[in-house]
């Protein structure tokens, strides 16, 4: 009885059309702020005025970071209840879900105290005016005071990843998106006091975090019947989420000290010049990270019963990011100084559209080399990603110290371009040899090779005629190689079979 309850849970989980359903649900969740970002961050700039605005997306970015204070346990969630509904032991659940949330609130109110006693020395370090001092300072001590809220939602949206409720996740994440854009907008009109935008952006968080939480109160009407704690029943989630909490504490220091680094070397209102294409196109994340979020169960289910599920899926979630993100990508480089000219004006043109250019690049590669990070994490080898984003830590620091004092932003664009390439051919290097995960035979690297030369061309154009000139012949070499080079025979019919008309 159980390998049935087992075999039909794979195949809910190998069901093709479900992960296409999940991951679109993921795609729109994840996308629709790049949507938003395009329309309201010229406003908010208007509005605040660089300094200020500049200050704001610091403020974005501890936010952010406040969700990976969940120490790993909201992943762990996910695969280990996955498994309890799998083998049917729902009857576990609760007292997993309990126990879970107990710790992350209370490792996170340390955190909370310890960013409160700090907020005065952290506020000092970077380059901001004393007219906006003491404002700065007020405002990151309520930073300090969500950090329960924003790290424990990650907990609770775990746990509904494992039910499957993509739909609900990504319609409540669609909602805080727009409440994180428009709830400054509205404060605007009453005072452009960063303090009370910050307040707002709390209180929506709160929303959303008792949204999440009456959620998984219906998906278990056992979790709300009484709070449990069992230490010995967590074992299994923190011998798991330890590598991840790791992870989620040094990958997005790597990922947000470039606009820290920025702040204390040059000034805030530099950040602001980097931060605006910088919020535009990482937001182009959310292609690889869609199709990640829908894969890591599948990783974790079929590795250890079928490898070679594992790795088709592996392969096949590469070049699905590839042969999306790609033309996207040098369409963004061709015309990023017009588009940056007709977004925010020319002086952004002038500042920002080579730090756009070289930050795309660096997209394109982190999103390829999510799939292998998240393959480590699925197949539970969390602690190889961790070791690498250790060792890369303080060479990318030093690194972008180094290139902000000497080259300024663009120094430090170009730094995270090369430290996105170079931890995405270590993670492949790592998973074929160890995985014997072959991407090179799979993905034609000569031909990889070629359309990533490609980029480099638009660097040396100005001339708008040689643009246009370029992105033609250049999509259309991509196609064909895409097409003869990059898919199997198996997915040009199928892809050639959804084209068809029925008559």
């Not at 990640?292 to 019963?305: D, H, Q, R």
């Not at 590469?318 to 020319?346: A, C, D, N, R």
Request: hydrophobic share 55%; charged share 15%; glycine share 6%.
């Amino acid at each position: 009885m159980k390998k049935v309850t087992e075999s039909a849970d794979l195949n809910i989980i190998f069901n093709e059309k479900l992960i296409a359903k999940n991951t679109f649900y993921n795609l729109v969740g994840y996308g629709f702020p790049l949507i938003l970002a395009l329309f309201f961050i010229p406003s908010l700039i208007k509005g605040l005025g660089e300094e200020r605005f500049g200050i704001l997306s610091l403020a974005w970015i501890v936010i952010g970071y406040f969700s990976f204070f969940d120490f790993g346990i909201g992943r762990s969630l996910t695969k280990i209840i996955s498994e309890k509904i799998g083998l049917n032991q729902t009857e576990q659940i609760p007292v997993l879900f309990w126990t879970s949330l107990l710790i992350m609130l209370s490792i996170s109110l340390l955190v909370s105290i310890g960013m409160v006693l700090i907020v005065p020395s952290l506020v000092d370090i970077f380059n901001i005016s004393k007219e906006m001092h003491q404002e700065t300072q007020s405002t990151f001590y309520a930073l300090a005071i969500s950090v329960p809220i924003v790290s424990t939602t990650a907990g609770l949206r775990g746990v509904l990843e494992a039910y499957q409720k993509f739909g609900a996740v990504n319609l409540l994440r669609i909602s805080l998106g727009i409440f994180t854009f428009l709830g400054p907008l509205l404060v605007l009109i009453i005072t452009n006091s960063l303090f009370w935008i910050v307040i707002v952006l709390i209180f929506i968080r709160i929303i959303a975090w008792s949204l999440y939480l009456m959620l998984c109160f219906k998906i278990n009407k056992n979790i709300k019947k009484g709070i449990n704690f069992d230490f010995i029943s967590i074992k299994p989630v923190l011998k798991f989420s330890i590598w991840i909490a790791v992870a989620n504490i040094v990958g997005p220091i790597i990922l947000y000290s470039d606009r820290f680094l920025i702040g204390t070397i040059e000034s805030a209102k530099a950040i602001t010049y980097y931060s605006s294409p910088y919020e535009v196109i990482t937001k182009l994340l959310v292609i690889p990270g869609s199709v990640a979020g829908v894969l890591f169960p599948l990783f974790s289910a079929s590795f250890i019963s079928d490898p070679n599920i594992s790795k088709k899926a592996f392969i096949r979630g590469v070049k699905f990011i590839f042969l999306i993100l790609y033309p996207i990508i040098v369409f963004v480089i061709t015309f990023s100084y017009e588009g940056m000219e007709l977004w925010l004006g020319e002086q952004f043109a002038v500042n920002s559209s080579l730090i756009l250019q070289f930050l795309s690049i660096g997209v394109l590669m982190n999103g390829i080399g999510l799939i292998p990070d998240i393959f480590l994490q699925g197949i539970g080898k969390p602690k190889i990603p961790t070791i690498i984003y250790i060792v890369e830590l303080p060479i990318f620091i030093i690194a972008m110290w180094f290139s902000i004092e000497r080259f300024g932003i663009k120094g430090a664009a170009l730094t995270w371009m090369f430290a996105a390439t170079l931890s995405t051919i270590i993670l492949y290097i790592i998973s074929n040899r160890i995985f014997n995960i072959n991407i090179r035979s799979n993905f034609k690297l000569n031909s990889f090779l070629l359309t990533m030369i490609g980029l480099i061309i638009p660097f040396f154009l100005s001339n708008i005629f040689f643009k246009v000139v370029f992105i033609v012949i250049s999509l259309s070499i991509f196609i064909i190689v895409a097409w003869s080079r990059f898919l199997s025979a198996d997915e040009r019919n199928f892809i050639i079979s959804k084209l068809k008309f029925k008559v």
